[in-house]
């Protein structure tokens, strides 16, 4: 196969390459372009029938940019997306239709992303109604359906969102996510505004989704113990960037990457007592708009040397199926602990 | 009755010793809104020892924030007041205290790092500025001296290059560094008491390490009491002796932290516990794409008076007395209280 990360025989459902969105900055009267933000900067993957991607890393780092220009709800600014085998990335709004069945979007916020005008049940077959593919007594029936399968009465269609509850909500945006019947589901930070108790509801939902309908869904979520549990396979990213991707086990089991590494180390685990050593990163986030040269993460990186500040390491498949991005992670090994360098 | 039953639970466990510094009884906080009266705070009641650090875990809406804007007599004037029982700090009772000498304590003896950085910074003062004022009010210095203090305190909190950095205003910080602005305002006069609540809830999990280790960190050297409010099971772990759940105004359960984790008894908790995804220090996981526990059913709401438990509505053990009285809160083995009419057959039942 090509260099793809995550390309296997399987069948792929979404294909994306060397992704990219830059965000013009504007300023002062006249809207100058002073700078632009580099909020995607090269990212590819892959998924496949029946498997969760989950896309981790730290508030700003292009998470949510990756899901909407997907979506193509925002236009790259280059790369390509590939649905199905077919490039979506030049196909006018006509065309692109009858593709975006094939893919919906659940957002974070099951407050601000329902319609409070919509009754429960017109939101759930908007969709359906949309296309076309149903209506009246079948329609209902369907709708009827949907609610049964995410665990709400169907007798709550005539309800309104803010009669439901947080999670409600959220499973609301799923049947309607459902509806359709897609193969992908891009789901945006989906329990992240839920209690945890909340949480496990919709997470336990998703996976019974997923079994029942070989879903490919692209999870991304800045929460690592949620993602531990429902991702087949992990991309970490840092500033627009991939800098890790691998199976789940791989990933969580032997970090390669020094900010992987920082990152679980960081996340603070329900276990009392639980003595680790802790890689505590010192200084901010840098800004997406100046990322640093070289190694975007070499600001922040212990081990970095003197060519991480000049040089761009590349993604590459390390071991099979674990890419790294890191001057000190060559294909091939070795894959020991790493030694802080001396500030 | 049950509310003298949770106000005299508390010392058997806890006794207010010479060690207590702060001391919660049967707190009752109300807010009055025009769909009724609503129960923030239920009548709560615990001890907080010096230099401890004291967890309050629950749910979303469960009175965390109340709890800790009651201590500092936050609450605002004309939508609710705390409408029963009483608040020791060193022995000075709180709820009745006059305003005026409430204020030498705020900000001063006992002080609080809010939910939202953003929304507690002065937008219009540089943070030099607004640490100085603290430090000016409170312990007197003239202005040349809380301004150098100011400095140091930003320093303290490993803000780099701290004397431009004072001069700088809010937003032109990042998040990170206006949540230690925040936490060296509190810290700024050595207070006895520092309540944080959900300090690092808006932060990424790298800046929230470093903000958890400044926090405990500062708490060794000063000697400081903290009590933490959070939802993170993790952060609770991670930092607290003793741990307080909340559920639906009430305190459910209370126990050390090793002793809430490894056995915890009321069926709220365990609930709370089994719901969460786990992450474990050997980096293998407990349960891979098993399924999660769910607590079926809602959060009661407040506005109705609840007779009998809280979480008897969604709970698998309930019987008919858990929806009439309301549990007392009982000892459960040393430090360990629960409110649960059924406990001996949930501590019974294997997690
Ligand atoms: N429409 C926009 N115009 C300009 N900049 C944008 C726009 N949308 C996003 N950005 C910037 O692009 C970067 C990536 O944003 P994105 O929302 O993708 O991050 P994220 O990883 O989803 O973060 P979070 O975890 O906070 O949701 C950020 O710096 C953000 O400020
Ligand atoms: N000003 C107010 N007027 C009316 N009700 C209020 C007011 N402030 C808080 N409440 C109610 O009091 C209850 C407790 O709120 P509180 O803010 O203490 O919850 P919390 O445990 O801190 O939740 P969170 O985890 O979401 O911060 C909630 O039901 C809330 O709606
Ligand atoms: S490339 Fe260098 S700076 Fe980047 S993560 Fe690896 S060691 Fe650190
Ligand atoms: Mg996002
Ligand atoms: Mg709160």
């Given amino acids: 196969m090509d260099g793809t990360p995550g390309a296997t025989a399987a069948e792929t459902v979404l294909r994306v390459k060397d992704l990219k969105k830059h ?15 580099f909020a995607v900067d090269g990212v590819s993957f892959e998924i496949h029938r029946g498997e969760t991607l989950c896309l981790v890393g730290e508030s700003g780092c292009g998470k949510s940019t990756v899901a ?15 649905l199905n085998g077919n490039d979506i990335t030049k196909l006018g709004q006509e065309e692109l239709r009858a593709h975006r069945r094939e893919m919906q979007i659940v957002f974070q916020d099951p407050y601000s992303s329902l319609n409070p005008r919509m009754s429960a049940g017109a939101i759930v077959g908007e969709p359906l109604t949309n296309y076309g593919l149903a209506h009246g007594a079948d329609l209902q029936a369907r709708i009827a359906k949907l609610f049964e399968r995410v665990g709400l009465r169907a007798d709550a269609m005539a309800k309104y969102p803010h009669e439901f509850s947080g999670g409600q909500r959220q499973r609301l945006g799923i049947a309607r996510a459902l509806a359709v019947n897609p193969r992908l589901i891009v789901a945006d930070e989906p329990v992240s505004a839920l209690d945890v108790s909340v949480q496990a509801q919709v997470l336990n939902l998703l996976i019974d989704l997923q079994e029942e309908f070989r879903l490919a869904y692209l999870f991304v979520s800045h929460d690592l113990a949620v993602v531990e549990h429902i991702g087949h396979r992990i991309a970490v990213m840092y500033l627009g960037r991939i800098v890790e991707l691998a199976d789940n086990a791989d990933l ?63 993604l590459e498949e390390v071991k099979p199926a674990h890419w790294v991005a890191c001057h000190l992670r060559p294909r091939g090994g070795p894959f020991g602990p790493l030694k802080a360098r001396a500030a | 009755m049950t509310a003298l039953a949770t106000a005299t639970a508390a010392p058997a466990a806890a006794p207010a ?61 004309g939508a609710g007041r705390i409408v029963g029982g009483s608040i020791k700090f060193e022995g000075t009772e709180l709820t009745t205290l006059p305003e005026d000498q409430m204020r030498k304590i705020r900000g001063n003896r006992i002080s609080m790092i809010f939910q939202e950085p953003m929304t507690s910074l002065n937008p219009v003062l540089t943070v030099g500025a607004q640490i100085a004022e603290s430090l000016h009010i409170h312990q007197g210095l003239d202005r040349r001296a ?57 932060l990424d999990v790298t ?14 050297r000063l000697g400081t009491a903290i009590v933490l409010i959070t939802h993170d099971l993790g952060v609770v772990a991670e930092t607290a002796q003793r741990v307080i759940v909340m559920y639906a105004g009430r305190k459910a359960e209370e126990a050390s932290v090793e002793e809430l984790f490894r056995n915890p008894i009321h ?60 549990p007392p809160l009982d000892p459960h083995g040393p430090y360990h209280l629960a409110a649960c009419w059924e406990a001996a057959r949930v501590a019974a039942t294997p997690r």
């Avoid at chain 1, 909407?68 to 997306?81: F, S």
């Avoid at chain 1, 180390?265 to 040269?293: C, F, N, T």
């Avoid at chain 2, 060690?19 to 009724?36: A, E, N, P, Y």
């Avoid at chain 2, 009548?43 to 875990?57: A, H, W």
């Fill in chain 2, 146 to 202: 809380a301004w150098d203090r100011a400095v140091e305190m930003l320093s303290i909190v490993r803000i780099a290059d701290p004397k431009r950095r004072a001069g700088e205003y809010p937003h032109q910080l990042s998040g990170g560094m206006r949540q230690r602005v925040m936490i060296a305002i509190a810290l700024a006069c050595n207070p006895k008491v520092l309540i944080a609540d959900e300090p690092t809830t808006a």
């Fill in chain 2, 267 to 326: 069926p709220y908790t365990r609930g709370l516990m089994g719901s969460i995804p786990r992450r474990t220090a050997t980096g293998r996981r407990s349960n891979i794409r098993g399924r999660l526990q769910e607590i079926s059913g809602i959060v009661p709401s407040l506005r109705e008076e609840i007779p009998g438990c809280a979480f008897a509505p969604r709970c698998s053990y309930a019987v008919d007395r858990c929806r009439t009285e309301q």
């Fill in chain 1, 23 to 37: 965000f013009p900055v504007h300023r002062g009267v006249l809207s100058r372009v002073v700078g632009h933000v």
């Fill in chain 1, 68 to 82: 909407k220009t997907v979506m193509r709800l925002q236009e790259p600014t280059a790369g390509t997306v590939e």
């Fill in chain 2, 17 to 77: 010793s010479s060690d207590t510094i702060l001391s919660v009884r049967d707190l009752r906080t109300q807010f009055f809104t025009r769909d009724g009266v609503v129960r923030a705070v239920d009548g709560v009641s615990f001890d907080l020892k010096r230099g401890e650090t004291l967890c309050i875990v629950g749910e979303s809406g469960c009175g965390k924030s109340v709890t800790a804007l009651s201590i500092l007599r936050l609450i605002p004037r």
């Fill in chain 1, 252 to 314: 969580f089991g032997e970090p390669l990457h020094p900010y992987t590494e920082a990152l679980l180390a960081a996340a603070p685990l329900p276990e009392p007592g639980a003595k680790r050593e802790r890689l505590i990163l010192q200084g901010d986030v840098p800004s997406p708009m100046k990322p640093p040269p070289g190694c975007h993460f070499h600001t922040r990186c212990p081990y970095a040397e003197a060519r991480c500040k000049v040089e761009t390491p590349k």
């Fill in chain 2, 207 to 220: 800046i929230q390490a470093q903000i958890l280790n400044l926090m405990l960190e500062l708490k060794e």
